[in-house]
């Protein structure tokens, strides 16, 4: 029999569909307190964020500091042309003068590719350059370059001399000079990169009576002198310096590389060669080594001596034992006499048996 009667339709609503549940009010708590704690965490985060962005204004606020752009740069644009610095006075390092060898003479050797420090040091009693230059591992060559000492007596006590961190020497640049060129000419293994960097440099730019430091890469031992002062001239007037003291040269005549312990001299043939200061003749020689060629030597007062190297033989006009007074004609130089191939004096000044730069007397 078909059941035509059904309980559970009995109860619904006109249309057939079944009443809808409402939200029990336990689950609508839930769903406010999250939504408050979402609100809660959000408020918390913009507030972290805002804080953030205030502290780098505030530090806006501090006065600027003024950038400078290094137009000598290879980032300079093409169509700008490099500031080149006017000539002026070497700039002198800041010091803190001192009367002890301190941090420069107990610290580990700096490398070379770290800018050069200096430190103004003053001679106590008893000390000479010869004490000062071992407490500080350094050679006297560099205190008298760098401090340009004509007068190695005259540094006693109480004298405040300016002491750097490494062995080497000052030298002067000249017209034509360039960081590359100033690493050749002294045989430097670094780069020119490193030499600008050991100058504390900010770009490749350099201007002629600038103070440059040319690192010795090759240290000597110190030694012992003491001599009274005495005044030198160049020997060869109108003539040109074309190699430096402690400059690594090519000598075409024993086909070797000398560092040089005087300076070359470029003139003129048949240039007349004169003595630097008065003194008397020592020597006149020739130096078969061909290091030296036809030379005079002269001794000067305060145990110093000073050589006239690669003379023409036939133009030498003094001999053993002669006086000679500062300016006096001993000779001449010619292109056959010099290895060089033109007319070249090898100028050179020891004071008891320490070999100076010629170049700080003139």
């Known amino acids: 029999m078909i059941k035509t009667n059904y309980d559970d339709l009995s109860n ?39 804080s953030k962005v205030e502290a780098p204004q505030a530090a806006s606020s501090a006065p600027a500091v003024e950038q400078t752009v290094d137009e000598t740069s290879p980032a300079a644009t093409a169509d700008t042309e490099p500031e080149i610095p006017a000539p002026a006075a070497p700039v002198v390092p800041d010091f803190s003068q001192v009367s002890t060898a301190q941090s420069l003479g107990n610290a580990a050797k700096p490398s070379y590719e770290d800018q050069v420090q200096y430190q103004e040091y ?15 591992g350094i050679t006297i060559q560099t205190i008298l370059s760098v401090n340009q000492i004509k007068n190695p007596s005259a540094v006693v006590e109480g004298t405040k001399i300016t002491v750097p961190d490494r062995s080497g020497r000052l030298y002067t640049v000249e017209e034509g000079d360039m960081l590359s060129s100033i690493t050749k000419k002294f045989n430097l293994s670094m780069g020119w990169k490193t030499l600008q960097e050991v100058n504390g440099l900010k770009g490749e730019s350099i201007f002629v009576g600038q103070k440059l430091f040319i690192p010795d890469e090759t240290a000597v031992e110190s030694i012992s002198f003491a001599a009274s002062g005495i005044e030198f ?51 006149t020689a020739y130096d078969a080594t061909g290091s030296q060629g036809y030379y005079v030597k002269i001794s000067h007062d305060g145990g110093y001596n000073s050589y006239y190297c690669f003379l023409d033989m036939n133009s030498i006009k003094v001999g053993v034992s002669d006086k000679v007074d500062i300016g006096d004609e001993i000779g001449s130089i010619s292109s056959e ?13 020891e004071q008891n048996g320490i070999m100076l730069d010629p170049s700080v007397f003139f």
Do not use: H
């Open 233 to 283: 001239k160049s020997p060869l007037k109108g003539g040109t310096m074309i190699a430096y003291y402690g400059q690594s040269q090519l000598n075409p005549s024993t086909k070797t590389t000398e560092i040089l312990n005087g300076i070359l001299i470029a003139g003129s043939e048949g240039a007349a060669v004169t003595a630097a200061s008065s003194g008397t003749v020592m020597d």
């Open 337 to 349: 006499s010099s290895p060089y191939g033109s007319p070249t004096l090898y100028f050179k000044i």
């Open 12 to 50: 619904m609503p006109e249309g057939g569909q079944k009443p809808k549940r409402k939200l029990s009010n336990a689950f609508i708590a839930v769903i406010c307190l999250l939504t408050v704690i979402i609100i809660a965490v959000a408020i918390l985060i913009i507030y972290n964020m805002l």
């Open 122 to 136: 003053t001679l106590g009693k008893g000390e000479t350059l010869e004490t000062v230059a071992s407490k500080f």
